[in-house]
């Protein structure tokens, strides 16, 4: 997808970059090898790298494998700049600033500050600026701000947002004028992915599936965000689980997420058990206090969300796919309850499982964005957690 844009030597930089970053400490004749490029271009473009200072030179590497010369060995420079990544909710707001491999510098929240696209632009700047005050110096200073919208975004626009009024407001480039770098807008469900695959897996392709007031997912093939040809690849939310069923602000009758977000099961939950149910502290604890009807009722919920899964698992053959959900990250024997409904001959390989980034997988996928931006490597991938 972006590789193609790539010029040959491009295309060797973030190569070899990338290798850099996953072998930890490497000497150039290794890299070489490694790479399959040679001993002189690779010298010229880790020259490159130093001179821009994304990799610095490290004591003295094995001399046995170099016949008594000691190779010099190079490092990925984390500390080469830093990155803001902002989760524009529909009724929160978290920003985290952070070095380009997700090593954390300080986080700031709004929690229910409702958004309107009158203090969107003013919301996101107020917290750039409080993260600011964390600010440690760096070579490149901050390189870049990616936003995360609940809504569609294609090409830096944004589209149907059904949680709050955005769309078609211009907020990439409003930031971009106040702020003087670069800004990247995209959809949550689609960080959430990036943030996997960047920091929390070994596999290239994979799916997120997001279970928050909506159901979304992000596609990562070989590498790469999937968006579409309209940014609505992973919509699964809209997917029809019952003909003629639920009517859903999206147009249709009966979508998967008028049966499976967590909104509609804090609803049923609620009338169910007569508690107040509207967060997933909530819901465990009426889990506790009543457990067979509810847990009848989660059980059938986790069903229905496989159903969906299992669509999309037909659709896209991925290797793995994660949960990213409160309900499911604290509920985990739910994820049993997916597992075990997707049990196809096809779907049966697939991998299952809850995220292993909390509730950070959107932001540290904000990060992911940027730094795969500013760092020029289009499949950028840090250690695995
Ligand atoms: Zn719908």
């Not at 290798?19 to 000497?27: D, F, H, L, M, Y």
């Amino acid at each position: 997808m972006i590789s193609t844009k790539y010029t040959i030597r491009e295309h060797n930089e973030a190569r070899i970059l990338q290798e850099i970053i996953t072998q930890k400490q490497i000497s150039r004749a290794d890299l070489a090898s490694r790479i399959g490029l040679n001993k002189a271009s690779v010298s010229a473009i880790t020259k490159q790298l130093l001179d821009d200072g994304l990799i610095t030179e490290i004591g003295i590497g094995d001399a046995s494998q170099s016949g008594g010369r000691k190779p010099i060995l190079l490092t990925f420079e984390p500390h080469c700049g830093v990155v803001i990544a902002v989760d524009l909710g529909a009724n929160y707001a978290e920003g985290l600033l952070s070095y380009p491999d997700g090593e954390v510098i300080a986080v700031v929240e709004r929690k229910r500050q409702p958004v309107t696209r009158d203090n969107a632009c003013d919301l996101i700047l107020t917290i750039v600026h409080e993260l600011k005050h964390k600010l440690p110096h760096t070579r490149h200073g901050i390189v870049g701000l990616t936003v995360a919208i609940h809504g569609l975004v294609h090409e830096q626009r944004i589209g149907f947002a059904p949680y709050y009024d955005l769309t078609e407001l211009p907020l990439a480039q409003e930031l971009e004028e106040q702020l003087g770098y670069p800004v990247i807008l995209q959809n949550e469900a689609n960080l959430a992915a990036l943030g996997e695959y960047t920091f929390a897996s070994a596999s290239d392709n994979l799916i997120s599936i997001s279970v928050h007031s909506g159901v979304g997912a992000g596609v990562v093939v070989n590498g790469q965000l999937d968006t579409g040809a309209h940014g609505q690849i992973g919509e699964i939310g809209h997917t029809i689980l019952y003909p003629g069923g639920t009517p859903c602000p999206c147009g249709n009758h009966g979508c998967l997420e008028q049966y499976a977000s967590n909104t509609v099961i804090y609803r049923e939950a609620a009338a169910l058990t007569g508690r107040e149910i509207t967060n997933s502290d909530q819901l465990v604890a009426a889990l506790e206090a009543q457990n067979e009807p509810l847990a009848a009722l989660l059980k059938e919920k986790a069903r229905l969300l496989a159903i969906g899964i299992n669509n999309l698992v037909m659709l896209q053959d991925p290797e793995l796919v994660v949960i990213n959900s409160s309900v499911y990250r604290k509920l985990p024997w739910l994820v049993d309850e997916v597992r075990a409904s997707i049990n196809s001959r096809f779907a049966h390989q697939v991998k299952i499982r809850n995220t292993r980034l909390a509730d950070q997988a959107v932001l540290v996928g904000g990060i992911a964005s940027t730094a795969r931006q500013f760092l020029k490597v289009s499949d950028l991938q840090f250690e695995n957690r």
